[in-house]
């Protein structure tokens, strides 16, 4: 049985108070495994982005526990929780988000630097991810000089730089043509499979999703198991 990386106990998020408290989470459970991708597929507006955030540690429930792997998160300083998203926790956004004046090498191996690896050992890893995702050849290329696809993939080998136990994607694929989306799905699901993270990842397309390991969806503040 693989360890669990990601779990999610009774955890409670609203925005809002009095009668215009609008309750997102309420006894929210959720439990991801290392080598596991779960989809969320819910309305606009359900609060995957919200969970996502609570997960990745950009926001604080206001109650319940978030545990990284094995770790308790909620009473963490802010300075503690940003070394666990630095060390531990990768995120995709929908749009690529890369530095247009870097490499794609350059935009995988900055993290790396910046968490104290050597260049000769992040470059090395960078090289690695980028052609493990099919991008190697656009290694010495900006941002500008690449597809969507391309350009997204490179995000992903970003957000897998340091060896993350947890990556979390918030519609990964939303800006992207369905071929494009397929490969960049399928370069997102091997990346998990070799590194053996555990992988929650928001999205509206449904033949993408059940692709995944699971599905789940947020009702009546609940993630409940989905069937598509």
């Known amino acids: ?7 999610l106990t009774r955890v409670h998020r609203h925005f809002g108070e009095g009668e215009a408290r609008v309750h ?4 929210a459970d959720l439990t991801v495994s290392g080598g596991e991708l779960v989809a969320i597929v ?25 545990e990284i792997v094995g770790v308790g998160t909620v009473g963490m300083s802010d300075r503690g929780r940003t070394l666990m998203r630095r060390n531990t926790i990768g995120y995709v956004y929908q749009f690529h988000h890369l530095l247009p004046e870097f490499t794609a090498l350059e935009n995988v191996t ?4 910046i968490a104290g690896r050597s260049q000769k050992e992040a470059d090395r890893r960078s090289h690695y991810l980028l052609e493990l995702l099919g991008v ?9 000089e690449m597809s969507g696809g391309e350009q997204q993939r490179v995000a992903i080998a970003r957000a897998a730089a340091n060896h993350p136990r947890v990556v979390l994607a918030d519609e990964p694929t939303g800006n992207l043509d369905p071929a ?24 509206h397309n449904h033949e993408l999703a059940r692709r995944a390991d699971r599905i789940v969806t947020i009702r009546n503040g609940l993630i409940e198991p989905m069937q598509l």
């Open 42 to 66: 819910a309305p606009s507006g359900a609060g995957k982005s919200t969970l996502l955030h609570i997960c990745g540690l950009l926001e604080r429930p206001q109650a319940g526990e978030v």
């Open 1 to 7: 049985m693989s360890e669990t990386h990601l779990r």
């Open 24 to 27: 997102v989470l309420e006894a």
């Open 180 to 203: 494009t989306s397929d490969l960049v799905f399928e370069a997102l699901m091997q990346l998990i499979r070799e590194e053996g993270a555990a992988a929650l990842i928001a999205t």
């Open 110 to 113: 900055m993290p790396q630097l």
């Open 136 to 144: 190697d050849h656009r290694a010495t290329h900006r941002p500008a």
